[in-house]
């Protein structure tokens, strides 16, 4: 409101001058906090960061979750029926399905963080290469991702584990083996594009050498993609685990596994359907999980959003 003064030189009243109003400008936002916030904006990738952490969490301490030993059995109580002592039934052996799930939760987050860490290890390091020195690795790294990338993963793993022989580290490395190949090529593709930025150039001018520029300068700003990969291929590899033990070709059937649950509860379909459908129920969440995290990163970080 505007308010009114006497002005000694008439005597009467005159207009006061406006106060200015200053506005108040908001934070500078930080590159990660717009990431957090887009990432936040997105309900399903919130939803799958809490099926993600609730399995890491179960992964960590299903030894106190689990109400039986999952080895346990009890022949007087076969196939009982989900409900009363036991949550989700009992097996053909009287094992608690419930306890068997979640100590297969332990083997799935292991196999499939393991076997995508070497992928990556692996992919990030023949990418580099190939991608900045492209005159001369490019057409060997590249031909050899090729005949990797033709060849069918699961029967390839079966392959190497046969011959290695069946168990949890041949399953980690057969997945990784034919997981690298897309790894390389789409960090080679993102290097292409930004070893010809100007900042690259000025390092290159100021005499810094092919490896220093790689890992200061290059690999910081080509790995998004491979982020968002890594995180969608976790479901992707804990599929290829269960697949290979429901196939009888990966972890063995002693131990207590997803895809051995399923094989289990094969023969029982129609007669005790839990036995198959909660190994599937868990499968399925889980990989939905790691891919609707996967869809918030990449939108997250998706430069064009910026």
Known sequence: MT???????LGDEAPAPEKAVVSATPKQISQWGEIRHRFVQNKLAVVGLCIVTLLFLTAAFGGFIAPYDPQDQDLMNTLASPGGEHLMGTDSLGRDVFSRLIAGTRIAVLVGLASILFAVLIGVLLGAIAGYFARFADPVIMRMADVFLAFPMLIGAMVIILVTGRGITPVIISLAIFSWATVARLLRSSILSVREMDYVHAARALGASGPRIIRKHILPNSLTAVLVYATFNVGTAIIGVAALSFLGAGVPVNIPEW?????DGQAYIGIQDHLW???SLFVVVTVLGFAFVGDGLRDALDPKLR
């Open 3 to 9: 308010e009114l003064v006497k002005s000694p030189a």
């Open 259 to 263: 895809g051995n649950m399923l094989a």
């Open 277 to 279: 459908m909660f190994p």
